[in-house]
């Protein structure tokens, strides 16, 4: 069994930084690409940013220069550091990691998510 659970979720006002955790754990192997995505009242769930187990990133134009993806192999973490925060930043964000587990089976898994709230 393999979970992923996030944290660092909250409000903030605009302008202003947070920095969102996930974890996995369980019979984790190996964990390849790991990525972050939201989902705005009303809309679809987009990609925020991935990283490759080598550490290349992708982002959404979005949120480029303003957010940063970054992972801890060896805590089998990945994170996303958000500053300048705008109110269209307001989503549930959850992560989303592709794992090798133990017995040589690899699946997609998904965190629970974590509401970002952007207001005055």
């Known amino acids: 069994q393999v979970q992923l659970v996030e944290s660092g979720g909250g409000l903030v006002q605009p302008g202003g930084s947070l920095r969102l955790s996930c974890a996995a754990s369980?019979?984790?192997?190996?964990?390849?690409?790991m990525a972050w995505y939201r989902q705005a009242p009303g809309k679809e769930r987009d990609l925020v940013a991935s990283?490759?187990?080598?550490?290349?990133?992708n982002y959404a134009n979005s949120v480029k220069g303003r957010f940063t993806i970054s992972r801890d192999n060896a805590k089998n973490t990945v994170y996303l550091q958000m500053n300048s925060l705008k109110p269209e930043d307001t989503a549930v964000y959850s992560c989303?990691?592709?794992?090798?587990?133990?017995?040589?089976?690899?699946?997609?898994?998904w965190g629970q998510g974590t509401q970002v709230t952007v207001s005055s």
């Open positions: 369980g019979s984790v192997f190996r964990i390849n690409a």
């Open positions: 989303n990691a592709e794992i090798l587990r133990r017995d040589w089976r690899q699946y997609a898994y």
């Open positions: 990283i490759t187990s080598n550490g290349n990133t």
